[in-house]
């Protein structure tokens, strides 16, 4: 899957060059291998984001991601994007969501705050900003250098191809049992092992503090008590004001 990963990014790339080479002819002439070429990548994303190293949120980004890419180009295939203010207006849509998507993990989870950046954390965010950039200026291409159509379908499929890559990078390499040896075996099996205790300390720590939780609501005292204590008299009067307001 990581191969496969990175062949779909090195095709995402391949195609926003072909796009930007060709960038005289109309979108219609090439929307069906662009959407073809789309709808592949989506769908290898969408079983690539289970393989990742990634935490849980961006996984689950990476396969919104997948689907997202599979929709866009099922979007071009039908032929709905016939007007190039559309085609322009869609696909910068697509970059900016995809790079407010991921800054905003970055921003959100502790995990990118805590963990030491290393070059894919970099590689992670400048490609985010590319898109968000993108994304930002496709709305304002008429009235800044007025690029193509497929100029702007171009550079928007090849930043979204890097991006493609460096999740395909991240994908950790696992080698086969069948050709593993027994030292490895036995490496795997003391790892698992190890991830086995954390996850029982864990577990222990959450159970003494569900239990710590009942030994304190076991002598919290209830309202009933709390109102019967002298210095709760006026609670009593509105209480009780209360009731008697809704007998009459």
């Given amino acids: 899957?990581?191969?496969l990963t990175m062949l779909a990014g090195l095709c995402m790339t391949v195609l926003g060059i072909f796009c930007i080479l060709n960038t005289g002819l109309p979108f219609s002439a090439v929307a069906f291998p662009v959407?073809?070429?789309l709808m592949i990548v989506g769908i290898i994303k969408c079983f690539a984001y289970k393989k990742t190293a990634e935490t849980e949120e961006n996984k689950h980004s990476i396969f919104i991601g997948g689907l997202t890419t599979f929709f866009m180009g099922l979007i071009s295939i039908?032929?709905?994007?016939?007007i190039d203010m559309a085609v322009i207006t869609t696909f910068s849509l697509w970059a900016l969501v995809s790079g407010i998507r991921v800054i905003g993990l970055i921003i959100e989870d502790k995990n990118y705050r805590e963990q030491e950046k290393d070059v894919g954390f970099y590689a992670m965010v400048i490609v985010s900003?590319?898109?968000?950039?993108?994304?930002i200026y496709g709305f304002y291409n008429s009235m800044a250098f007025e690029f193509a159509v497929l100029t702007m379908v171009g550079l928007i499929c090849a930043v979204q191809g890097l991006n493609i890559i460096r999740i395909g990078v991240d994908i950790p390499y696992i080698k086969p049992n069948l050709i593993k040896t027994r030292d490895e075996k036995i490496a795997d099996a003391e790892a698992e092992v190890?991830?086995?205790?954390?996850e029982m300390k864990a577990a222990i720590q959450s159970v003494r503090e569900a239990k710590e939780a009942v030994a304190a609501a076991e002598v919290e005292p209830e309202f009933e008590e709390i109102i019967s204590e002298p210095a709760a008299e006026p609670i009593?009067?509105?209480i009780n004001n209360i009731k008697e307001e809704k007998n009459d």
């Fill in 1 to 3: 899957m990581k191969v």
């Fill in 78 to 82: 039908s032929g709905c994007l016939v």
């Fill in 236 to 238: 009593r009067e509105i």
């Fill in 129 to 135: 900003a590319l898109n968000l950039l993108i994304g």
């Fill in 194 to 198: 190890q991830k086995a205790k954390e």
């Fill in 35 to 37: 959407g073809v070429v």
